[in-house]
């Protein structure tokens, strides 16, 4: 869904996007303001009057979801947690908030500020709209928009206040069941299952209103129904992964035995022995100096094939200062989380002496996961 976005904006250092599917959007509210709201409502506007309001409200009530979503950041960013980046599409805003929320109170801060922020917006619009119009400038069109920005910022808080995760009234009820149970993971649970329900409803809705005559509404609320569903699915998925991977310690898991190549081999050799042998990862040690560093597949896939003659481990390897470490002890979770990160496929285990025992490789976890998935649910391609 978040695949092509174009970055408009930095706004206190958060990097402000706009996803494709946003254009549909726009335009269809745009259209809909213009073709049928305010027609309706105000039948002698010109046609130019009509389309010039529609464009207005359209992007005042984009920048006010882009408020709300702002104001989830900058509350995150006051609590410490980093911010990537906010994304306006088809069904509103998302702001990507790195890492769980460390605390439920602070779940519950991030989650409340944005209903509340549109409250703020709906209520001064009307507020204002109102006074202008009524004692100071009886002009139509700007009180038309006032109404149109209040009324709807009013009903966007309304609905994000449901109580469905991953809508904001579902992230403020996980952080009370949080806070009441102390348990995250049962929290989720239990969030993302009044979600799914809230989804249900959703679509089943949805469709009766298409049954009813009401076909765009319908399939828009059915959309958002399924947007809903798989959010929260989602996010059990990464708490279920989280639950099976903290236990286990990297030691568990991790490669003692690393083949050894010296630095000075050349590329095309080692490309040969990758594929004659099947490892993709190697320990690179000089015979004197003892070891450097590590060499991988994607290393030596990062050079073009005509020129890896000419080139050797000692030019593409990752040495062991710049390598990402974790400790034997160190939960496969983290290790995870750490590549992730980082965007790399292994990180190497250190021991507390600072011995190199062994590297733990994404593969084998994702590997790990899937075992246990079907241990317990059964083979997922059997069905
Ligand atoms: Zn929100």
Do not use: C
Not at 139 to 156: C, E, F, K, P, S
Not at 224 to 252: D, H, K, N, Y
Request: glycine share 8%.
């Amino acid at each position: 869904m978040l695949g092509n976005r174009l970055r408009i904006a930095r706004l206190f250092g958060i990097p402000i996007y706009l996803d494709g599917s946003w254009l549909i959007i726009f335009a269809l509210v745009t259209y809909s303001l213009a073709a049928s709201y305010f027609p309706s409502l105000y039948p002698r506007w010109s046609s130019f009057t009509y389309w010039g309001v529609a464009l207005i409200t359209s992007v005042l009530f984009f920048l006010s979801v882009l408020v709300h979503e702002l104001a989830h950041s900058l509350v995150s960013l006051a609590l410490g947690q980093r911010v990537r980046g906010i994304t306006l599409f088809i069904f509103g805003g998302i702001a990507e908030i790195e890492e769980e929320p460390p605390r439920a109170l602070y779940e519950f801060l991030v989650a409340v500020v944005g209903p509340l922020t549109s409250m703020a917006i709906g209520v001064v619009s009307l507020f204002v709209g109102w006074v202008i119009f009524w004692w100071l400038w009886p002009v139509q069109t700007v009180h038309a928009v006032l109404r149109y920005i209040g009324v709807l910022n009013v009903l966007l808080a309304v609905f994000n206040l449901l109580p469905g995760f991953p809508l904001d009234g579902g992230r403020i009820f996980r952080s009370l069941v949080w806070a009441l149970t102390g348990s995250y993971r049962r929290a989720t649970q239990i969030a993302t299952t009044v979600g799914e329900g809230l989804a249900w409803l959703f679509i089943i809705g949805g469709g009766i209103l298409v049954f009813s005559g009401h076909v765009f509404d319908g399939i828009w609320l059915a959309f958002i129904g399924w947007f809903i569903l798989s959010a929260a699915r989602g996010t059990m998925q990464a708490v279920e992964m989280r639950r099976l991977l903290e236990p286990v310690p990297v030691a568990q898991l991790m490669r003692t035995t690393l083949p050894v190549v010296v630095p000075y081999l050349t590329l095309d050799v080692l490309a040969d022995t990758i594929l004659n042998t099947g490892q993709r990862a190697f320990l690179v040690r000089d015979p004197q100096e003892g070891p450097l560093g590590i060499v991988t597949l994607s290393d030596v896939q990062g050079v073009p094939a005509s020129q890896r003659a000419e080139m050797r481990v000692a030019d593409v390897m990752t040495p062991f200062d710049a390598l990402l470490t974790v400790k034997p002890s160190d939960s496969l979770w983290q290790a995870l989380e750490l590549m992730a990160k980082h965007d790399v496929h292994q990180v190497l285990v250190v021991d507390e002496t600072g011995e190199i025992v062994g590297v733990v490789r994404r593969n084998d976890i994702l590997r790990f996961l899937q075992l246990q998935a079907e241990t317990r649910f059964g083979r997922p391609d059997a069905s």
